[in-house]
T-cell receptor, first 110, second 113 residues
Framework: EDQVTQSPEALRLQEGESSSLNCSYT??????LFWYRQDPGKGPEFLFT???AGEEKEKERLKATLTKKESFLHITAPKPEDSATYLC???????????FGKGTSLLVTP | SAVISQKPSRDICQRGTSLTIQCQVD?????MFWYRQQPGQSLTLIAT?????????ESGFVIDKFPISRPNLTFSTLTVSNMSPEDSSIYLC??????????FGPGTRLTVL
């Protein structure tokens, strides 16, 4: 059974304090691993897709990396506007369903 | 990028009643999906809405409880039938344009009393 575990559940950072969020996964045949950002009261906003181990994607202060067992979302010099819940999901070759983790709630304080 | 809207944005319903949630996209999409996000839980796929045919349901979800329609390539509805407080959740539609990425609507927050 596909499984996605995100850690930590919650993270509090000072503005400018870089850190990483972890997404560990097990899937029978990975089609893709996805990162989303979700603000309170809104739907998830797509950030990145990673397809194979060693792949990296960057967008502003965010960089996502992928290994065969986990993915990291690195946040460099975060700002308060980066505060949100970050969701990781995997998609297996067998279908189109996204299997989500519970997310990491990030709070960046000035 | 496409605009995805859902109606209603939120509702409070009595147990035993049904609610139909609409999802509208401003361009044609290949695939549409319905997810549920229960408090403290991860998003869970309910079903894939297939245009012109019956929806494909995930394990644990049945058509009698969550009937779905998809009359065209830009619109779908999800009905939550015979509701109980356990159905209180956020319901989200998502769409795919031919790639693997899915893009989500704003969600419908449902409270069942």
């Amino acid at each position: 059974e596909d499984q996605v575990t995100q850690s930590p559940e919650a993270l509090r950072l000072q503005e400018g304090e870089s850190s990483s969020l972890n997404c560990s996964y097990t899937v029978s045949g990975l089609r893709g691993l996805f990162w989303y950002r979700q603000d309170p009261g809104k739907g998830p906003e797509f950030l990145f897709t990673l397809y194979s181990a060693g792949e990296e994607k960057e967008k502003e202060r965010l960089k996502a990396t992928l290994t065969k067992k986990e993915s990291f979302l690195h946040i460099t010099a975060p700002k308060p506007e980066d505060s949100a819940t970050y969701l990781c999901a995997v998609q297996a070759n067998s279908g189109y369903a996204l299997n989500f983790g519970k997310g990491t709630s990030l709070l960046v304080t000035p | 990028s496409a605009v995805i809207s859902q109606k209603p944005s939120r509702d409070i319903c009595q147990r035993g009643t049904s609610l139909t949630i609409q999802c509208q996209v401003d361009s044609q999409v290949t695939m549409m999906f319905w997810y549920r996000q229960q408090p403290g839980q991860s998003l869970t796929l309910i079903a894939t809405a297939n245009q012109g045919s019956e929806a494909t349901y995930e394990s644990g979800f049945v058509i009698d409880k969550f009937p779905i329609s998809r009359p065209n390539l830009t619109f779908s509805t999800l009905t939550v039938s015979n509701m109980s407080p356990e159905d209180s959740s956020i319901y989200l539609c998502s769409v795919a344009f031919g790639g693997n990425e899915q893009f989500f609507g704003p969600g419908t927050r449902l409270t069942v009393l």
